[in-house]
């Protein structure tokens, strides 16, 4: 089947979604809007989809989002140092939604946001070298947050929960992919056995530390939480367990977004264009087994013939990019034409052990629905 594309030149005249997010039963979905600091909730009508809600209570750039798939809870985060949870009065039903502030307590910018499985609470990685980890107080009904702290050294750029919900996975520019004991007695009680990962610790212990060699985009557990993925600005493509890293170079430009889509499979997007399917191998590394996108090229690669050959790639990849000159535009054959930033499963058992269909946005504006081969 062909990709089926949302968005683009009609609807947001290629205004850049830097993430996108469905709601549970893939109805509606929700992505920034061109003007900063809004949201848009749109509902899937036939192959279009129509806003019916517009949420602006940020005053800077929209980085993350999700929507819980147990309490229909949506929350955003922002480059303003703000994180809020909506909530509509009928859910549904295109009402009105209603925003509570996060006490985030932390003085730069907000760069991703997940709920965890239970949605009891949800992590928010920021630019202070914290991830805060936030609940509701319901005495007072409003969220705050709890600080996990050391040994983070860098912005954290991405995270993911372990499917218990009590563990959480961060990445950061410090090129570390690290796990940490994230269980909140306030909300959830203390698990009764540790899980693959180590022991029980208390709240902000690190587990786990591993170098992705270079800065990291992604990163994800598996579907039973035995083991993770990342990606990285080296080009690589990680594939973690308990008690080791392998890392696997691609010939590709760096990955931003990935997402399991099988116990064995990730498919991983970023600065190609396209967004590329990759499967365990005998030695525990990620090998490319295939791509999404059936218009794209073999000329997205960069050649072997040294540095000379890779500016030459790089500075053409801009071009086509933003529309340059001297026929580049050409060359570029893929449907996203500008860099993949999220990936979501749009069908599939919704707990990444498998996936039929993905959506990806992209710089370009555009959302695209992908069958996985």
Same mark, same amino acid.
């Given at each position: 089947?062909?990709?089926?594309?949302?968005?683009?030149?009609?609807?947001?005249?290629?205004?850049? @979604?830097?993430?996108?997010?469905?709601?549970? #039963?893939?109805?509606? %979905?929700?992505?920034? *809007?061109?003007?900063?600091?809004?949201?848009?909730?749109?509902?899937?009508?036939?192959?279009?989809?129509?806003?019916?809600?517009?949420?602006?209570?940020?005053?800077?750039?929209?980085?993350?989002?999700?929507? +819980?798939?147990?309490?229909?809870?949506?929350?955003?985060? /922002?480059? #303003?140092?703000?994180?809020?949870?909506?909530?509509?009065?009928?859910?549904?039903?295109?009402?009105?939604?209603?925003?509570? %502030?996060?006490? @985030?307590?932390?003085?730069?910018?907000?760069?991703?946001?997940?709920?965890?499985?239970?949605?009891?609470?949800?992590?928010?990685?920021?630019?202070?070298?914290?991830?805060?980890?936030?609940? @509701?107080?319901?005495?007072?009904?409003?969220?705050?947050?709890?600080?996990?702290?050391?040994?983070?050294?860098?912005?954290?750029?991405?995270?993911?929960?372990?499917?218990?919900?009590?563990?959480?996975?961060?990445?950061?520019?410090?090129?570390?992919?690290?796990?940490?004991?994230?269980?909140?007695? &306030?909300?959830?009680?203390?698990?009764? /056995?540790?899980?693959?990962?180590?022991?029980?610790?208390?709240?902000?212990?690190?587990?786990? &530390?591993? $170098?992705?060699?270079?800065? !990291?985009?992604?990163?994800?557990?598996?579907?039973?939480?035995?083991?993770?993925?990342?990606?990285?600005?080296?080009?690589?493509?990680?594939?973690?367990?308990?008690?080791? !890293?392998?890392?696997?170079?691609?010939?590709? *430009?760096?990955?931003?977004?990935? %997402?399991?889509?099988?116990?064995?499979?990730?498919? +991983?997007?970023?600065? #190609?264009?396209?967004?590329?399917?990759?499967? @365990?191998?005998?030695?525990?590394?990620?090998?490319?087994?295939?791509?999404?996108?059936?218009?794209?090229?073999?000329?997205?690669?960069?050649?072997?013939?040294?540095?000379?050959?890779?500016?030459?790639?790089?500075?053409?990849?801009? $071009?086509?990019?933003? =529309?340059?000159?001297?026929?580049?535009?050409?060359? *570029?054959?893929?449907?996203?034409?500008?860099?993949?930033?999220?990936?979501?499963?749009?069908? =599939?058992?919704?707990?990444?052990?498998?996936?039929?269909?993905?959506?990806?946005?992209?710089?370009?504006?555009?959302?695209?629905?992908?069958?996985?081969?």
């Amino acid at each position: 089947m062909a990709p089926v594309v949302y968005f683009g030149d009609s609807q947001f005249g290629k205004a850049p @979604l830097s993430c996108h997010v469905w709601n549970a #039963d893939k109805t509606r %979905l929700a992505a920034p *809007l061109g003007d900063i600091g809004k949201v848009g909730v749109f509902k899937l009508t036939g192959n279009k989809l129509v806003l019916q809600s517009t949420l602006s209570e940020h005053t800077g750039k929209v980085t993350g989002l999700d929507w +819980c798939p147990v309490t229909h809870r949506l929350v955003t985060c /922002s480059s #303003d140092r703000n994180a809020f949870v909506w909530v509509e009065e009928r859910p549904g039903g295109g009402g009105v939604w209603r925003p509570t %502030l996060v006490l @985030l307590r932390v003085n730069r910018a907000c760069t991703c946001v997940r709920w965890s499985p239970s949605g009891q609470k949800f992590a928010v990685g920021t630019g202070s070298r914290v991830v805060a980890v936030c609940y @509701l107080d319901v005495a007072n009904n409003f969220w705050v947050s709890k600080h996990i702290k050391k040994p983070i050294r860098s912005t954290i750029t991405c995270l993911d929960w372990h499917p218990s919900g009590h563990l959480l996975l961060t990445g950061g520019t410090d090129c570390r992919v690290r796990v940490f004991s994230a269980t909140v007695l &306030e909300v959830e009680k203390k698990p009764e /056995s540790g899980s693959g990962w180590g022991a029980v610790r208390p709240f902000g212990n690190i587990l786990a &530390e591993f $170098d992705a060699e270079g800065w !990291v985009h992604a990163v994800a557990f598996n579907h039973n939480g035995s083991a993770a993925a990342a990606v990285s600005h080296g080009s690589v493509v990680s594939h973690i367990t308990p008690d080791k !890293v392998t890392n696997s170079p691609s010939a590709r *430009l760096p990955f931003v977004a990935l %997402l399991w889509v099988g116990p064995s499979r990730v498919v +991983c997007g970023g600065f #190609d264009f396209v967004p590329v399917l990759f499967t @365990l191998d005998g030695s525990g590394g990620f090998t490319e087994t295939g791509c999404l996108d059936s218009l794209s090229g073999t000329g997205q690669k960069v050649s072997t013939g040294g540095a000379a050959n890779a500016r030459d790639f790089f500075v053409k990849t801009v $071009d086509r990019a933003e =529309g340059g000159g001297g026929g580049s535009t050409d060359l *570029l054959k893929s449907v996203h034409r500008n860099v993949i930033t999220s990936i979501h499963c749009v069908a =599939g058992d919704g707990r990444r052990a498998a996936a039929d269909r993905v959506s990806t946005s992209g710089l370009d504006g555009k959302v695209v629905v992908w069958d996985v081969k």
